[in-house]
């Protein structure tokens, strides 16, 4: 007689076998300002939810909507009661993500957003990347094991016939909670990597893997990290158009999805 941890292991990989080969029809969109979550929502006609999901009195909004065979949630942390910015880093969207997962049961989550690149890695204002994987590089633990849970590195959702349909680049996805770059945070980017960096990738990756939840990451680059320009100097100035490229590759994601089952990604 097989042992009961085997028969758990065994049903396990039997749900997740089934799961990936059922179309997907409930996405999850998480995204961290209203400035790259608009022009999505207004692109696919999605509303803002009046009866929300989420606990009374936090900021989180959830618009949502119907594209083809998918049922569309988007997500984002709001902006801050007390300062009127957006909610941005890991604890937002960590936050926010874990609601919308207990909230919306998603087949599949999609981080979308704006990103810092490195030229050295072949990244350029406008590229839009799919993340293979994502870790920290601001969660330093010098201490056997604990370092490795620091960095936090997880895998996103195999997807290669989206990435070679869609041309995307591909890269390595490194998460932190500040714009600019500490020598401190170079040295973990450089040891992650990594050709892109954000505030939230790494964050979302875990609530999704502690949920199991596949997760794709598409993330637009608005400034050249390693360039010449201030970044926060050069992301302002680039933010409104590299959204509009986010929301041109999101919608062809979108497109790619409907119909499909996870393991046709």
């Known amino acids: 007689m097989s042992p009961h ?4 292991d065994a049903a396990e990989e039997a749900l997740v076998a089934e ?44 618009y949502h909507g119907f594209y083809k065979d998918l049922h569309i949630n988007l997500v984002w942390p709001g902006k801050d009661s007390s300062l009127g910015v ?14 919308a997962i207990q909230a919306l049961q998603p087949d599949l989550i999609i981080n ?26 601001d969660r330093r633990i010098p201490i056997p094991v604990f370092d490795l849970y620091g960095v936090g590195l997880r895998q996103a959702c195999v997807s290669p016939n989206l990435q070679k349909e869609l041309n995307l680049k591909v890269g390595k996805l490194s998460t932190g909670n500040s714009l600019d770059m500490s020598p401190q945070d170079e040295a973990s ?38 360039g010449e320009k201030p970044t926060a100097e050069e992301f302002l100035q680039n ?22 089952c996870l393991s046709d990604l």
């Open 5 to 8: 941890g085997d028969k758990s």
């Open 19 to 62: 799961t990936e080969k059922r179309p997907i029809s409930t996405i999850l969109i998480v995204i961290a300002m209203q400035t790259e979550a608009l022009p999505v929502v207004n692109k696919f006609n999605l509303t803002e939810d009046p009866d929300s999901v989420f606990p009374k009195g936090v900021p989180w909004v959830r």
């Open 86 to 99: 957006d909610c941005v880093g890991t604890v937002s969207a960590s936050l926010v993500a874990y609601a």
């Open 112 to 137: 979308a957003g704006t990103a810092g690149g490195f030229k050295a890695k072949g990244a350029g204002i406008g590229d839009v990347y799919l993340a293979c994987d994502v870790a920290y590089h």
């Open 189 to 226: 980017i450089i040891a992650n990597d990594a050709t892109i960096k954000d505030m939230e990738g790494a964050a979302v990756a875990y609530v999704a893997d502690l949920l199991k939840v596949p997760i794709i990451f598409v993330k637009a680059v608005t400034d050249v990290v390693d």
């Open 239 to 260: 933010l409104s158009a590299v959204t509009a490229a986010l929301e041109e590759k999101i919608t062809q994601v979108i497109e790619f999805i409907n119909g499909k």
